[in-house]
């Protein structure tokens, strides 16, 4: 009846000893995919990075052709004619606001003239 005890504890022990086994190695493998995760996230930055290097190369590559032969000027990385430009943009997003002012001014007296007619008619 002891042995049949020992033996008995004998193979619980070894069951626990191969289920902790089993769990290491899952846990193994989960830290290996999540490595794994990890360096393709690191690649896809990477692929992002090269992605925007180039688009800054063949931006570099447009301001040279433009710049070519000196028919753009350069001022503070800005093409002298775009400021030009920006500022002409700017005067006409001015007039248009302007111009929204006038019509709210317009608006504004057409409801003023249709209460002057609403009293009117209600006074006769």
Same mark, same amino acid.
């Given at each position: ?24 190695? !899952? +846990? @193994? %493998? $989960?830290?290996?995919? #999540?490595?794994? *995760?990890?360096?393709? =996230?690191?690649?896809? &930055?990477? /692929? ?37 430009? !920006? +500022? @002409? %943009? $700017?005067?006409?997003? #001015?007039?248009? *606001?302007?111009?929204? =002012?006038?019509?709210? &001014?317009? /608006? ?17």
């Amino acid at each position: 009846r002891k042995r049949e005890r020992e033996e008995k504890r004998e193979r619980e022990r070894e069951e626990r000893e191969r289920e902790r086994e089993r769990e290491r190695r !899952e +846990r @193994e %493998r $989960e830290r290996e995919r #999540e490595r794994e *995760r990890e360096r393709e =996230r690191e690649r896809e &930055r990477e /692929r992002e990075r090269e992605r925007e290097r180039e688009r800054e190369r063949e931006r570099e590559r447009e301001r040279a052709r433009e710049s070519e032969g000196g028919r753009e000027r350069w001022r503070d990385g800005v093409r002298e004619g775009e400021v030009e430009k !920006e +500022r @002409e %943009r $700017e005067r006409e997003r #001015e007039r248009e *606001r302007e111009r929204e =002012r006038e019509r709210e &001014r317009e /608006r504004e007296r057409e409801r003023e003239r249709e209460r002057k007619r609403e009293r009117e008619s209600e006074s006769e």
